[in-house]
């Protein structure tokens, strides 16, 4: 009977994924973020990529060390891609067809984000790949999804999230709706990408069959958002932002502190809860929730004269001693001292041989025997180059010159 | 949303409720605004393709109860405060499988044991920061998240540890989960220090020099969501808009002055992003949503419109994909549209195939499975525990 593993050190186990290959072609955050949770777990995750079409986090995403573009100078490639190897292929030669055709063939995975029908041009669609290597199970992840009459219409994730609703969702009643910051969407389908092709795995222990996926980050997204549209088909009711108010619980929302732009989160959910807010504060208002919930524009202004003095951190100091739900509204630095997330080690630090040393980001569940392990940032350009095209695909030194002269590692 | 990811997959997932079933069966709103048991529309959404039984977890009766069942399971989602599970002596049962925990703040550290809703962890996480208007309070999205992201996030831990050979725990932090949405800013502070925050319609993190682009634009029947973009697409967007502009009347000045060719928005300074952004915004006020995404699909440039749940259903594209799956969350309830499996697998579309479980109703069966007989069960029934 196998014990539940405590916590062990880093680099004693080879990882839950250990022994998987994952190729992986694509650009941004939806692609590869994929591959970089499996890196974390252990699987070899090889980024073929160009020089003469790197992608556009090394190439056009700030920040830049020093403010200075350059492939290995880019942040964003190196926070997104970490754990993996880069090894680069000119596309557009045969030889570099040929050269990713036999990568893939010792590959478990492969993962590609390009428009639809681009790999396929390229000489390594699925059907090819799989019919090379049965066993191969290929994600490709894109806007829109592989067919259908917007498969080809190009988009970012920020603006995807808008046309899946995300963004409707979001913003005061009286006025605009606001953006999630960022791609938002595009971080849902990398979940689920990874999710689609580690149950394919699974589905390959007993099959010996591989698997073609299509993954949509437009319906991977609408999953987040499956309430509304049934609300709506239901009730015929659209739902739509509503600044911080909840359906139950009440009073819910976000309340200004001393200080410059600090603010405390609460929600009370029970009756018990509101009676304890109250004698805290010395307010008044209603007992049943039905009816704090309709003058909660009037609660809320008594909550926020009451925090509006108050330090943030005390404020929710005592809101938790009373047992309310609280907490502070903490800023993106903030995120990096806060001791819940340290305790987790959420913020890895390693050194970037350009950018010097910078944190990652931990996945954010933990698994007792088999941790995550991140010691190495996003590859530089070609980084892996010998060991994938001489130890993996066995090239001579020769040959791998002779290769280079022709511009094949371009 | 854990569980319902799993059965999504295949898998054969048995939701186990307290007698009289879980508190969720009655968040609000309800189908046809009926409030029971059985018709929540946020519980449905998290509750399709699972079976479903009833098990007292405070009676010794019913923890060999569950025992029995959950022996055969190879996952064990669970989502009792921390270290609950393990009083309960449930861990001890489940040595052999994989156990996933989710929790706001997961099973250890400072505020593991600190309650905390959606609103909380959201705050917590920076997430909320980032959202809403400058001078405003942060706001959060009306249809909650976290618990998505921590049950999407439950499902793939599971999914890595079956991999593994050993079985072991998943610690799920909502907190953390929510902390991985918005990568770019935690990456500005730790390289640039730069402290990114809400900034309403307009995005940031796309500038050398600091300017900010507008994301959000009011158009003749709602919102769309377009930018000044770079790259060769945005630069095409860039050209495509020009071109539409000049159908439409004329290009202003500003505009046609640009040489797309050799655009590049990192470089412009707050002022040239304001002065092209306010000769734009009255053509986009010209145009209703619709005729908007029709142009912006057919000239292949950047942008979409700011839809909503019956933009949603009606989008030619997620129809043509059949994404949509009719069924009817309830006996006696009108079919209803519920978003179909979220990947093709060689072609095929994972069904959202069984309604939710009404409160005990698979008691009979899975227990049967599971070795119990029915003088038993009828015992069991009788005392209480199911």
């Given at each position: 009977m196998t014990e539940i593993a405590t916590r062990p050190s880093p680099r004693t186990h080879p990882g839950a994924l250990g022994g998987i290959r994952v190729v992986e072609m694509g650009f941004a955050a939806a692609g590869p973020l994929v591959g970089k949770y499996l890196a974390n777990f252990g699987a070899e995750v090889i980024r073929l990529e160009s020089r003469l079409a790197a992608d556009v986090f090394r190439t056009t995403y700030p920040p830049f060390k020093d403010g200075v573009v350059g492939p290995d100078r880019a942040a964003m490639f190196a926070f997104y891609n970490d754990g993996k190897r880069s090894a680069t292929l000119n596309l557009k030669n045969p030889n570099g067809v040929a050269l990713a055709r036999a990568l893939i063939r010792t590959a478990d995975v492969f993962v590609e984000s390009f428009t639809p029908g681009t790999v396929a041009r390229l000489g390594l669609g699925a059907e090819t790949l799989r019919a090379d290597n049965p066993g191969l199970i290929v994600l490709s992840s894109c806007n829109q999804g592989q067919t259908g009459p917007h498969a080809f219409h190009p988009g970012y994730g920020s603006q995807l999230s808008a046309l899946a609703g995300f963004v409707q969702l979001l913003g005061e009643t009286d006025s605009t709706p606001v953006l999630l910051y960022g791609p938002y969407i595009d971080y849902v389908a990398v979940g689920y990408g990874a999710i689609a092709l580690l149950a394919a795995l699974e589905r390959r222990k007993r099959t010996a069959v591989g698997c073609t996926i299509d993954l949509s980050q437009y319906e991977a997204g609408l999953q987040f958002l499956t309430p509304t549209i049934l609300e709506f088909a239901a009730n015929g009711r659209i739902p739509g932002r509503a600044g911080n108010a909840d359906a139950v619980a009440a009073p819910h929302g976000v309340y200004r502190c001393a200080g410059l732009d600090r603010w405390v989160a609460l929600s009370v959910w029970a009756d018990g809860e509101w009676r304890a807010l109250r004698a805290l504060m010395g307010i008044d208002g209603p007992s049943t929730a039905a009816a704090r919930r309709l003058g909660r524009v009037e609660l809320d202004e008594r909550i926020s004269k009451w925090t509006a003095s108050r330090d943030r951190d005390l404020v929710v100091k005592l809101l938790r001693s009373e047992g309310i739900h609280a907490a502070p509204v903490l800023s993106i630095s903030e995120l990096f001292t806060d001791s819940q997330l340290a305790h987790r080690a959420m913020w890895p630090a390693v050194t970037h041989p350009t950018i010097g040393e910078m944190r990652l980001m931990a996945p954010p569940f933990r698994l007792s025997a088999t941790p995550s392990v991140q010691e190495r940032p996003g590859p530089t350009l070609g980084a892996d180059n010998d060991h994938v095209f001489g130890e993996i695909l066995g090239l001579s030194l020769d040959e791998r010159r002779t290769l280079e002269r022709d511009g094949v590692f371009e | 949303m854990c569980g319902r990811i799993l059965a999504d997959l295949g898998a054969d997932v048995v939701k186990v409720e307290p007698r009289g079933g879980?508190?969720?069966?009655?968040?609000?709103?309800f189908v046809g605004d009926v409030e029971n048991s059985e018709r929540s529309i946020p519980w449905l959404a998290a509750n399709v393709n699972k079976r479903g039984v009833t098990c007292d977890l405070g009676s010794s009766e019913g923890r060999a109860l569950f025992a029995r069942l959950a022996t055969k399971a190879r996952i064990v989602v669970e989502s009792f405060p921390p270290g609950r599970f393990g009083e309960l002596g449930l861990n001890e049962l489940l040595r052999d499988a994989i156990v996933v925990s989710i929790t706001?703040?997961?099973?250890?550290?400072?505020?593991?044991?600190v309650p905390a809703s959606d609103l909380e962890v959201t705050a917590a996480s920076g997430s909320l920061w980032l959202a809403g208007e400058e001078g405003r309070p942060p706001v959060r999205t009306a249809q909650p998240q976290s618990p998505y992201w921590s049950g999407m996030y439950g499902a793939l831990g599971a999914l890595v540890a079956l991999q593994s050979p050993v079985a072991q725990r998943v610690d799920v932090s909502a907190q953390a989960a929510m902390a991985t949405v918005h990568p770019p800013a935690t990456l500005w502070w730790d390289i640039a220090r730069e402290e990114h925050r809400r900034t309403g319609p307009f995005l940031l993190g796309r500038s050398n020099v600091g300017s900010r682009f507008r994301n959000l634009w009011a158009c003749a029947d709602g919102y769309v969501s377009f930018a000044i973009q770079g790259g060769p697409i945005g630069r095409h967007t860039g050209r495509m808009l020009a071109e539409w502009m000049a159908e439409r009347g004329t290009v202003p000045a500003v505009i046609a002055a640009i040489d797309w060719e050799r655009f590049d928005n990192t470089r412009l300074t707050q002022a040239e992003v304001d002065e092209l952004e306010a000769a734009i915004a009255p053509f986009l006020l010209s145009l209703t949503k619709a005729e908007f995404f029709d142009t912006v699909v057919r000239r292949k440039m950047l942008g979409y419109p700011v839809g909503d749940a019956s933009d949603s259903l009606a989008d030619p594209q997620l129809r043509a994909r059949d994404f949509w799956q009719m069924l009817s969350p309830a006996e006696g309830l009108a079919p209803l549209p519920f978003p179909g499996g979220f990947a093709l697998f060689d072609g095929q579309r994972p069904a959202v195939r069984r309604p939710a479980p009404r409160v005990g109703q698979h008691n009979a069966e899975i227990y049967r499975e599971a070795g119990v007989a029915p003088d038993e069960l009828a015992r069991l029934r009788a005392a209480g525990v199911v």
């Open positions: - | 879980e508190a969720d069966r009655l968040r609000p709103p706001p703040y997961g099973q250890s550290g400072p505020l593991a044991r």
